[in-house]
């Protein structure tokens, strides 16, 4: 009996002395980059992170810079992808830089380490694929991406976009009808945003204040045709409603029109997908599948371009909608 006893008090100082579960397991090295490529633009921003481990709160850990940012341990770069027959090739080297304007608040930290391509380098070409390449210099371990590029000419309508009044140096717009137009190929998604000015007169000394300008996206859509001329709803109740909402009563003043502009963005297809993986689930099943096309990685890069119309006049039908309707005819539009 006393035997039994004492091989049961081993078995339990045995056991007992190990109650810990490392539940973290070997640590491996994971790089995250987010990353937009637009050829439009004169500089390239690639967002280039590490995932960590800790057993501390993960707010105050992450707010450490060495648990997140690589540094100048990695060599970035982006390059064409060689295609069969192919003898353009174009790299375009990067640098990391806290320069980045931010808007406050919360996660606003103030030392932020972007990637940003080096002075002096080439703009993109939008008829090549990009592979994003980041290389530990000294693990060795290489995370790569490709993405091909919206294949949109830098005019003065990339979008071939079809006026009311071609020809005309003022174009005029019709947030109330349709708009016609062809989306470059590669690009997934678009939206069309109207960006309204308009000029105050106050009623006793006459001067005219111009104010502006008021955004209001008046399309969103997907699964574009490529070379292909289609027709886009456009939705002037939404401008009516932006109108309405941004502009106060003021029986002093009256208001008018003045040239406004007209964006149009567009986004890849990879950029469409990472949002619909992560938009808000509105069924009984929570759980999604996370979505990432970064090779040996995780993250997105992908594409997009937007091109800014301006002098853009509304049209009639918007100016007596302005006037006439429920929603702004208290505003002194056209009023004197």
């Not at 209001?216 to 309405?244: M, Y």
């Not at 997009?304 to 039908?317: A, E, G, N, Q």
Request: charged share 20%.
């Amino acid at each position: 009996m006393k035997k039994n006893i004492v091989l049961f008090l081993s078995l339990l100082f045995f056991f007992s002395c190990n109650n810990e579960l490392d539940i973290n397991g070997e640590l491996r090295e994971t790089t995250i980059v987010y990353g937009l490529l637009n050829h439009a633009d004169t500089i390239q921003y690639l967002k280039i992170y590490k995932a960590f481990l800790t057993e501390e709160n993960t707010l105050i850990a992450a707010g450490n810079p060495e648990n997140i940012y690589y540094y100048d341990s990695i060599e970035v770069y982006i390059e064409t992808v060689q295609t069969e027959g192919s003898t353009f090739y174009q790299r375009i080297d990067f640098d990391t830089t806290t320069s980045i304007p931010k808007s406050p608040g919360f996660f606003s930290n103030p030392y932020q380490v972007l990637y940003q391509s080096k002075p002096g380098q080439p703009m993109l070409n939008n008829e090549q694929m990009y592979q994003v390449v980041i290389q530990n210099k000294y693990t060795g371990k290489k995370t790569t991406a490709t993405t091909p590029l919206i294949n949109a000419p830098l005019n003065s309508n990339p979008y071939k976009w079809i006026a009311a009044n071609v020809g005309s140096a003022v174009p005029i717009f019709n947030p109330f009808s349709t708009f016609r137009l062809e989306v470059p190929n590669n690009a997934a998604q678009l939206e069309l945003l109207l960006e309204f000015r308009y000029l105050e007169k106050d009623r006793l000394s006459g001067q005219i204040t111009k104010k502006g300008p008021i955004v209001t996206r008046l399309v969103n859509t997907k699964n574009l045709k490529f070379n292909d001329f289609f027709d886009l709803s456009l939705s002037g109740n939404a401008f009516l409603t932006a109108v309405s909402q941004n502009i106060a009563y003021n029986p002093d003043v009256i208001r008018y029109d003045d040239t406004s502009s007209i964006v149009i963005i567009v986004a890849g297809e990879e950029l469409v997908r990472y949002n619909e993986v992560n938009s808000p689930s509105l069924g009984i099943v929570e759980e999604r599948p996370s979505y990432t096309n970064v090779s040996n990685g995780l993250g997105l890069v992908s594409c997009r371009f937007h091109h800014r119309y301006p002098k853009i006049m509304i049209s009639k039908r918007a100016v007596d909608s302005l006037k006439y309707s429920t929603q702004t005819s208290h505003l002194g539009f056209y009023i004197d």
